[in-house]
Nanobody, 122 residues
Framework: VQLQASGGGLVQPGGSLRLSCAASGRSFSTHAMAWFRKAPGKERDIVAAMDLGIDTTYYADSVKGRFTISRDNAKNTAYLQMNSLKVEDTAIYYC????????????????WGQGTQVTVSS
């Protein structure tokens, strides 16, 4: 599976962005998807994860109620809808995939997108 992340940009606090992660390969529907982010000077952290079933999701406490992870298996694409963005959401966002169940650990993911920059600033 090859992943291509897009949708980042500059947005004001309180604004919204939707990130996309387009996957190549016919096995997308058998892979769990996740979004991670890395801010300058900080470690990479998980943001959200989704198992094969769309009702099995995980969100970091810092984004609960503001971010939504979703996927469209017919389009081989995963999404991260980000609302009510805060300055502290500024980071490079990466999508990741792994066969089977999702994980909160980045080391469990073997497939990564190239990252897309999200900057929240007034």
């Amino acid at each position: 599976v090859q992943l291509q992340a897009s949708g980042g940009g500059l947005v004001q606090p309180g604004g919204s962005l939707r990130l996309s992660c387009a996957a190549s390969g016919r096995s997308f529907s058998t892979h769990a998807m996740a979004w991670f982010r890395k801010a300058p000077g900080k470690e990479r952290d998980i943001v959200a994860a989704m198992d094969l079933g769309i009702d099995t999701t995980y969100y970091a406490d810092s984004v609960k109620g503001r971010f939504t992870i979703s996927r469209d298996n017919a389009k081989n694409t995963a999404y991260l809808q980000m609302n009510s963005l805060k300055v502290e959401d500024t980071a490079i966002y990466y999508c990741a995939a792994r066969p089977g169940l999702s994980s909160r650990s980045g080391s469990d993911y073997g497939y990564w997108g190239q990252g897309t920059q999200v900057t929240v600033s007034s």
